[in-house]
């Protein structure tokens, strides 16, 4: 599909809004819409248009990417009874959905979507709000492979790392591993960390003299300096975090699948909630353990 | 300290046989023993003297290495009455130990050797035998500045990262942040690629489009694809990883300090080490996850 495609980009939040601007950079056709209409500030002047609801930024597109909070919130944007992105879409066309909903709930939208005569990819993201805004997003897609081939040159426009790993809600899976991925590696990093200071050993030079080798992540090179600095502020916040593990717990249920770690870590994650660290980073797990040891952190 | 001096290596075991070849290779006059004299073997035609015991090999050494298992060994190589290495070693000998023991242990030997004249550096490596072969190991130095100096062109022969991490028992230290992080992130690509199996996904793909960003480790790219091929050999031995474990656990607990994570990891590699996995790899950490799906894996 050219990239001068006419597309529709359904929430403008903090992902969504960078990205559907470097659509527009691309040379896309685009139309925009989000609940709150503040946050369409700035794209009528880049020469998007700004719609009155998902139907009418839906009419005319080929492509209609959707990038809102959890799996109702998607439901809402696509099949809403008036206002809904299906309800003015041409038959046949595709929808791209980037939020992280469940692996289930993203299959059931697929199912729903191709009963109404439209397509649909599961395309959820990772990179955060740094990685949106230097169009570097990993996109991890489930889907017809055609489908695939088709919405891939357009979402070069944000994405970097951008794989086809299967069938629909494929792509969800995909994430769930990535965020179970993410919190194991967090976790390793806020215990080391605690344990290095607690034995009384200088966190820093543990960091310098162990990140080269078995013991190396990213979150080590790019969290643990905001943990040895108790530096709070959120790359992607506990909140997000704790709604992502919730989704990957569930999945695992359904599946009879023990995931001990996960299971610990989001439990963890609540001793950080319950001193109102929802919108502090995700690293802020250290907190936790802080917490346990006998420390009075609460978020400022 | 130049590279011919004269040193001596006790302990040639999976890590201590290739680091003392090293030396040999670097122009260093060495001395080797070993509890079990078979594997000493090919060093007298290398040019080193094969000693009798800890003490005719501490004889006339500058520096003497000790790469064995535990704290018990390594007090009976240095302190045992008749056969010790101290009991021959000259006064001033700079002692350093590349065995993995507890931060704790590590300070009294410290003492113990400062108290008889000598001096001492906990010097715990990583790297595996992979890393020793191709001297290419880490190495968290304790102790005193000045002996660090001292011992750090030598122990170049085998190492690369080497760091000074504070004082005596801080290379131990460090050694057991490392030890967390390293099971912290094996949990999590083995709970990750467990859960793409069981929810359908092809782990091989999620590897590839997860590897690069926020959830990218060492262990994923190197241990990840073994835990998909289903091959337990290993790197390094769940039954020294566990040994490792406990060490960590016991420095945390005498700290008061909680490591729900590590704690949980220890008890989970039961699970391998109760169906014959002691000498599996360490990534065989994603074979108690299938167990406890259903499994009926034991090692073979």
Same mark, same amino acid.
Not at 80 to 105: N, Y
Not at 201 to 214: D, F, H, R, T, Y
């Given at each position: ?17 960078? %990205? ?11 139309? =925009?819409?989000?609940? /709150? ?12 248009? =700004?719609?009155? /609801? ?16 959890d ?29 992280t909903? /469940? ?59 951008? =794989?086809? =790993? ?13 965020q179970?991925?993410?919190v194991?590696?967090? %976790? ?30 990213? /979150? ?16 992607f916040y506990v909140k997000h975090q704790q709604k992502d593990l919730r989704i990957v717990l ?12 996960t299971a610990?870590i989001h439990e963890l994650y609540k001793i950080v909630q319950n001193?109102?660290g929802d919108e502090k980073?995700n690293?802020c797990l250290?907190?936790a ?12």
């Amino acid at each position: 599909m050219p990239t001068n495609t006419p597309v529709a980009f359904l929430g403008l939040g903090l992902m969504g809004r960078p %990205m559907a601007f470097h659509l527009l950079e691309r040379g896309c056709k685009v139309a =925009v819409w989000n609940r /709150s209409a503040g946050k369409t500030a700035g794209f009528a002047e880049k020469g998007a248009r =700004v719609a009155e /609801s998902p139907a009418d930024a839906a009419k005319g597109a080929k492509l209609v990417f959707t990038c809102v909070g959890d799996a109702p919130d998607v439901e809402e944007v696509l099949f809403h009874d008036l206002a809904g992105a299906t309800t003015k879409a041409d038959l046949g066309t595709l929808f791209v959905d980037h939020s992280t909903i /469940s692996p289930a709930k993203a299959h059931d939208l697929e199912v729903s979507l191709r009963d109404e005569g439209f397509r649909f990819l599961d395309a959820p993201i990772s990179g955060g709000q740094k990685g949106a805004i230097a169009g570097q997003l990993a996109i991890m897609c489930g889907g017809a492979e055609a489908d695939f081939a088709e919405a891939e040159p357009v979402m070069r426009a944000y994405g970097k790392n951008i =794989v086809h =790993v299967g069938g629909p809600g494929m792509g969800q899976v995909c994430k769930a591993c990535n965020q179970v991925l993410v919190v194991a590696n967090i %976790m390793g990093v806020a215990e080391a960390l605690n344990l290095a200071k607690n034995l009384g050993a200088n966190p820093e030079k543990v960091l310098e003299a162990v990140k080269g080798g078995a013991a190396g992540s990213w /979150s080590l090179e790019n969290l643990g300096p905001k943990m040895i600095a108790g530096d709070d502020s959120a790359g992607f916040y506990v909140k997000h975090q704790q709604k992502d593990l919730r989704i990957v717990l569930e999945a695992a249920r359904e599946a009879g699948l023990p995931l001990p770690g996960t299971a610990l870590i989001h439990e963890l994650y609540k001793i950080v909630q319950n001193r109102g660290g929802d919108e502090k980073g995700n690293h802020c797990l250290f907190r936790a353990l802080e917490v346990m040891k006998g420390s009075d952190w609460r978020a400022e």
